[in-house]
């Protein structure tokens, strides 16, 4: 199946730093999504970006398809910026396969 | 408010004992699906529901029962079979089973299984 690999594995960030964070996968993709998951556990999707450039607020993302890659940049980090981020891709089986995420810490 | 509710939010089983963890929407869903997650890790898909009387194993289904006898409803059951039942499990619905833009995952707060 596909790979996906996702780096840095841990990040600290000081409040208002800016920050990427990094989604390689092994092979094409139809779908790309970014998700975030709070200190609880509530996962929430960021983007669906299979290719192209989206921004929401503070955050954006890129996405490359042709050399396998996606970016997650946030800007001016905050607090509730921590938790871990997760990039997941689909191949052509409408299934997501998973990164093992980045573990983002946002201190004060 | 339209969501995924999952119960319990944390569970407790000696071993031997199946447990079943509970999954429902009111998004009007077609397609549900079950994850778990370990620490450290990535999310891995069980099983997942393209529609109402349908599943399909996913990943790492050994140890794991389902059933979709309604479009609400998908709950999962942890039997005596799963060797290493201890972790995160998320339950997920989406509008159909094609994503896209319009139609992305959204899941519900998970259970967190553990077994003594």
């Known amino acids: 199946g596909i790979q996906v690999e996702q780096s840095p594995p841990d990040l600290i960030l000081q409040e208002g730093a800016n920050s990427t964070l990094r989604c390689n996968f092994s092979d094409s993709v139809n779908n790309l999504q970014w998700f975030h998951q709070n200190p609880w556990g509530q996962l929430i999707n960021l983007f669906y970006i299979p290719s192209g450039t989206k921004q929401n607020g503070r955050l954006s993302a890129t996405t490359v398809a042709t050399e396998r890659y996606s970016l997650l940049y946030i800007s001016s980090s905050q607090t509730t910026d921590s938790g871990v981020y997760f990039c997941?891709?689909?191949?052509?089986?409408?299934?997501?396969?998973f990164g093992a995420g980045t573990t983002v810490t946002v201190r004060a | 408010d339209g969501g995924i509710t999952q119960s319990p939010k944390y569970l407790f089983r000696k071993e031997g004992q199946n447990v079943t963890l509970s999954c429902e929407q009111n998004?009007?869903?077609?397609?549900m699906y079950w994850y778990r997650q370990d620490p450290g890790q990535g999310l891995r898909l069980i099983y997942y529901s393209q529609i109402v009387n349908d599943f399909q194993k996913g990943d790492i289904a050994e140890g794991y029962s389902v059933s979709r006898e309604k479009k609400e409803s998908f709950p999962l059951t942890v039997t005596s079979a799963q060797k290493n039942p201890t972790a995160f499990y998320l339950c997920?619905?989406?509008?159909?089973?094609?994503?896209?833009?319009?139609?992305?995952?959204?899941f519900g707060a998970g259970s967190r299984l553990t077994v003594l």
């Open positions: 997920a619905s989406s509008l159909g089973f094609a994503l896209s833009g319009a139609n992305v995952l959204t």
């Open positions: 998004l009007n869903h077609d397609a």
């Open positions: 997941a891709v689909e191949a052509n089986d409408y299934k997501l396969s």
